[in-house]
């Protein structure tokens, strides 16, 4: 019997919206999960790539074709993405000079692109400018001289937009804060006038706009209305700003469901919020840029385990030991994150029972799952499956302990393709002198 996810255009849906069970055997679509692992191996990232690209669509229809976007890279990048992306009209928002390279690798041009960051190296710079790129966020003072002096040497007039630090944070984990006076991004809105000042002065630079963001995982739309209703606030106070129009860059930031925990907002609710907040103190024309990059990638992705030895000697609860682990997801040892575990192996009859999932690694915090909820005749060999894990992962992927970077697949229907392809032994030494 084929059981299929009910669809849902609110983000409640922790799971890829293709994915379903036959006998306890986990597909996407009609393509099985076991045979894809069979055929490229595990540890494997898995996206569902329909999911992935309707949710390109869904913030699409719900802010209008006349907004910027600007997928967040850091989330997850590989040129077949950016190359989706760019046929549907996004842009990309970079935040390194190797971000860039695959853009312009891909597209050819930055010119869709928003630099991010709080330490932009002059060479990163230079190549956005060489390569026509579209806006820099500037993050601090010390840096629009830097700006001006590239650009001035290139002969070009850069549009920049600012990023300001406001007393408006999600409630969400400290470590995906990144808005208040205690965090390290943007310029505090007491010296934001300054800087200011500081690029109308400029003559290669050209201030296009404001830009916030305020954190991840933010289930509150009004906290968007509130940021964007201060930052209106700030620009119309400079009425040199009114003669043009301006960009509102509200970030990224829009909340991802890691455990089924559901969220009852459209995405239309975050965009009307978003509008509803810059009209508070602001007529002139402008337009509205976001960031998404968590909400588009997370839920489409999976990874797939193979579980090795079962150690059922360690009091309360069974240790399943994987064939991966904090390399290929840092996640639960930097944040402490939960990802929901699947056996997708089929043919299990124990009733499910807590297991703790460790990863390879010769760390004691390379714990994946403390508490999984495991058929108890989960065995050596079974595939286990990873959920929500299309985002931060393969993008903090590392060489810890020298084991090669796993490899990146999408299915399409009934289509199995490689985004990345598996690193071999030599790949992890091949930089060595």
Known sequence: ??????????????????????????????????????????????????????????????????????????????????????????????????????????????ENSLFNGTFKHKEEIEFFMQHNGGHISVDNRYEIPILEMIAKKLDRKQPVIMRINLDVGAETHPMVLTSGYDQQFGISIGFAEEALQQIYKSKHLLFSGVHVHIGSQIKEPDRYRKAMSECADFLNSHPASVEREVVFDAGGGFFSPYAGDELDHELKVYADSIHEGIKEHWSGSYKVMIEPGRALVNNPGVILYTAGAIKD??????????????????????????????????????????HAVSGRHCESGDLLVKEAMLPSDTASGDILMSTSTGAYTYAMASNYNRVPKSCVVAIDKSEVFELVSRQSFEDTFIKDI
Not at 55 to 77: L, M, P, Q, V, W
Not at 320 to 333: K, T, Y
């Open 313 to 354: 000697d360690r009091g309360n609860k069974p240790y399943v030991l994987v064939d991966g682990g904090m390399s290929d997801n840092p996640r639960p040892a930097l944040y402490g994150s939960e990802h929901k575990l699947f056996n997708i192996s089929g043919g299990k009859s124990g009733e499910d029972t807590v």
């Open 1 to 110: 019997m084929w059981i299929w996810p009910v669809p849902s255009s609110a983000i409640v849906n922790y799971l890829p919206s293709n994915l379903n069970f036959k006998d306890g055997v986990a597909f996407i679509g009609k393509t099985s999960l076991l045979d894809v692992a069979k055929e490229y191996g595990t540890p494997l990232y898995v996206y569902d790539w329909e999911h992935l690209k309707d949710n390109i669509d869904h913030f699409t229809s719900a802010f209008g074709e006349e907004t910027y976007f600007r997928y967040a890279a850091k989330a997850f990048i590989c040129k077949a993405l950016v190359k989706e992306l760019d046929n549907k009209g996004w842009g990309i928002d970079v935040v390194s000079g190797g971000e860039m390279a695959t853009v312009q690798a891909v597209t050819g041009t930055l």
